[in-house]
């Protein structure tokens, strides 16, 4: 052999290495490594969503951003259907909605070994949930509320049995229409707002309608900062109408088995989420009017999570 036959023979050798070198970096990178993150289209989910994309990549995953889906069914459908691979998910949603159960749990463990054991027979996994409880709320102007002495539902109840065509209510369609939302609130507290003075519209223009006086009373979530930001005020429930929902990262089992660090990421950061971080994380996106990826990477590098 000439040595032109063998620097030929070499070069061959190192092209084919290169070749599959770069097969298999192309294969790292293939859609099938891609973690899908999904979420609701409000701004606590919008965040939550931002915080697992971010610390996903910051270890080393290729993430597919899917956040900003409108619609509890969707996302959940969504993860069944193999569209999205994680999200966080309410433990009362779960339990009430998804899983179709009448009654609401008060108890936030007991909430969540149930909707854990049940999502378990259908391949979805519950990692650990968050100490804070987003649960929905009846919101008054704090100057009303003073005014007509109303701190409890059971308090607006009475007043609007008796002035049923004085107050305008504000919420979203989908709590005018779950099982733990307005239609059963009326019926345990005893009381029907005037279905003409019920007006519907996206959850986020709630708080801003209140804030306005072009509504009366209004739903929202409990740790949404724009409560104190626009001087509203949560009605106490005072007959325990409210379910629990911590939220917690819902994945599909196939993916966490074959990613099983996931778990140590998300239950992590899930630990440090209480009420008093998430208001401050929301405070900042709806009232600041910061962009929630940005709001979720200087958490995350705040609290040494990424």
């Known amino acids: 052999m000439n040595q032109f036959q063998w620097f030929s023979k070499k070069?061959?050798?190192?092209?084919?290495?290169?070749?599959?070198?770069?097969?298999?970096?192309?294969g790292c990178g293939s859609e099938e490594d891609v973690i899908r993150v999904g979420s609701k289209d409000f701004t606590e989910q919008l965040l939550l969503?931002?915080?697992?994309?971010?610390?996903?990549?910051?270890?080393?995953?290729?993430?597919?951003?899917?956040?900003?889906?409108?619609?509890?069914?969707?996302?959940?459908s969504a993860l069944i259907n193999d569209e999205i691979d994680l999200y966080w998910e309410y433990t009362g949603t779960a339990w009430l909605m998804h899983l179709q159960n009448d009654e609401p749990i008060t108890d936030y463990e007991e909430c969540y070994q149930k909707v854990k054991e049940a999502d378990a027979e259908a391949g979805l996994v519950w990692l650990d949930y968050a100490p804070f409880n987003n649960t929905y709320t009846i919101m008054l102007r704090r100057e009303e509320s003073e005014?007509?002495?109303?701190?409890?539902?059971?308090?607006?109840?009475?007043?609007?049995?008796?002035?049923?065509?004085?107050?305008?209510?504000?919420?979203?369609?989908?709590f005018t229409a779950r099982p733990d939302g307005?239609?059963?609130?009326?019926?345990?507290?005893?009381?029907?707002?005037?279905?003409?003075?019920?007006?519907?519209?996206?959850?986020?223009i709630v708080y801003k309608v209140l804030k306005e006086k072009q509504a009366d009373a209004g739903m929202g979530?409990?740790?949404?900062?724009?409560?104190?930001?626009?001087?509203?005020?949560n009605l106490e429930d005072d007959k325990k109408f409210f379910?629990?929902?911590?939220?917690?990262?819902?994945?599909?089992?196939?993916?966490l088995d074959a990613h099983p660090d996931l778990a140590d990421i998300f239950?992590?950061?899930?630990?440090?989420?209480?009420?008093?971080?998430?208001?401050?994380?929301?405070?900042?996106v709806d009232i600041e009017e910061r962009d929630p990826r940005d709001v979720a990477e200087e958490w995350l590098k705040a609290e040494g999570l990424i």
């Open 11 to 26: 070069m061959i050798a190192f092209g084919v290495a290169l070749i599959l070198a770069v097969g298999v970096l192309a």
């Open 182 to 204: 307005l239609p059963a609130l009326e019926e345990l507290y005893g009381f029907q707002f005037n279905p003409e003075k019920i007006n519907v519209m996206d959850m986020g």
């Open 49 to 76: 969503g931002q915080i697992a994309i971010v610390a996903l990549e910051d270890a080393g995953y290729q993430v597919e951003d899917k956040t900003g889906v409108a619609g509890s069914d969707k996302v959940r």
């Open 147 to 174: 005014a007509l002495g109303i701190q409890t539902i059971s308090e607006l109840a009475a007043y609007v049995n008796e002035n049923a065509n004085d107050l305008v209510f504000a919420a979203d369609h989908e």
């Open 221 to 233: 979530f409990a740790t949404d900062a724009r409560i104190e930001a626009f001087d509203l005020v």
């Open 267 to 284: 239950n992590e950061i899930a630990k440090k989420l209480d009420t008093e971080t998430m208001i401050r994380l929301n405070y900042e």
């Open 243 to 255: 379910p629990v929902y911590n939220p917690a990262v819902v994945i599909r089992e196939e993916v």
